[in-house]
């Protein structure tokens, strides 16, 4: 069926590092992606997102891009800040259980001053 | 910013007591879901809904149940909580096929 791999964490970064989570995924056909990001005591809130191959996603400095040859969404960013510290969980959607999202486990970012 | 709305934010309850978890969207969205998310940060699709009367269950087995009777409203009962059911509950809608999701801000649920 279909899944979704990202790396586990934590991750902890400095502030102004380059950021990389990486995400691939398993599915047939041609998926959308995703990454959201939780806040702690939030609900999910949508980072960016691509809806076919090559394109690429990106919001607030974070960028993703949609690569079918590896099967992969890497999510990266220049440079991190405090406020950047969150999980963020690697999605996709194409059709299964009412399109329904099919999230990695997530992977938490700290980023220390 | 996404209108979908989760009550309550959180809620202790005893062993044995019934209790519904609200969840309502403002943008008419057809489908609807609800997540667990257990505390490793890992989210379970238990519920979903490709609209009014429509209801099927996920890929976690729940011993929740759910209804849909209006577009704008998709409810989560457990009839009995126990322990085992304590976690975070996240619901969510979406618009069309392979478009993205909007999340409520969750429940956070402890059954003691």
């Known amino acids: 069926g279909d899944s979704v791999t990202q790396m586990e964490g934590p991750v902890t970064l400095s502030e102004e590092a380059f950021l990389t989570i990486n995400c691939t995924y398993t599915?047939?056909?041609?998926?959308?992606l995703f990454w959201y990001v939780q806040y702690p005591g939030e609900g999910l809130q949508l980072l960016l997102k691509?809806?076919?191959?090559?394109d690429k996603g990106s919001n607030k400095g974070f960028e993703a891009t949609y690569r079918k040859e590896t099967t992969s969404f890497h999510l990266e960013k220049g440079s991190v800040q405090v406020s950047d510290s969150a999980v963020y969980f690697c999605?996709?959607?194409?059709?299964?259980?009412?399109?329904?999202?099919?999230f990695g486990k997530g992977t938490s970012l700290l980023v220390t001053p | 910013e996404a209108d979908i709305y989760q009550t309550p934010r959180y809620l202790v309850i005893g062993t044995g007591k019934k209790i519904t978890l609200e969840c309502s969207q403002t943008?008419?969205?057809?489908?609807m879901y609800w997540y667990q998310q257990d505390p490793g940060m890992e989210l379970h699709l238990i519920h979903y809904?490709?609209?009014?009367?429509?209801?099927e269950k996920g890929d976690l087995s729940s011993e929740s149940t759910v209804s849909r009777i209006r577009t704008e409203h998709f409810p989560l009962t457990l009839e009995s909580a126990r322990p085992s059911h304590t976690s975070q509950y996240l619901c969510?809608?979406?618009?069309?096929?392979?478009?993205?999701?909007?999340f409520g801000q969750g429940t956070r649920l402890t059954v003691v």
């Open positions: 969510a809608s979406s618009a069309k096929r392979n478009t993205e999701a909007f």
């Open positions: 599915a047939t056909g041609y998926p959308s």
């Open positions: 691509a809806t076919k191959a090559d």
């Open positions: 809904s490709y609209g009014v009367n429509s209801t």
């Open positions: 943008m008419g969205h057809d489908k």
């Open positions: 999605a996709l959607s194409d059709g299964n259980s009412g399109y329904a999202l099919n």
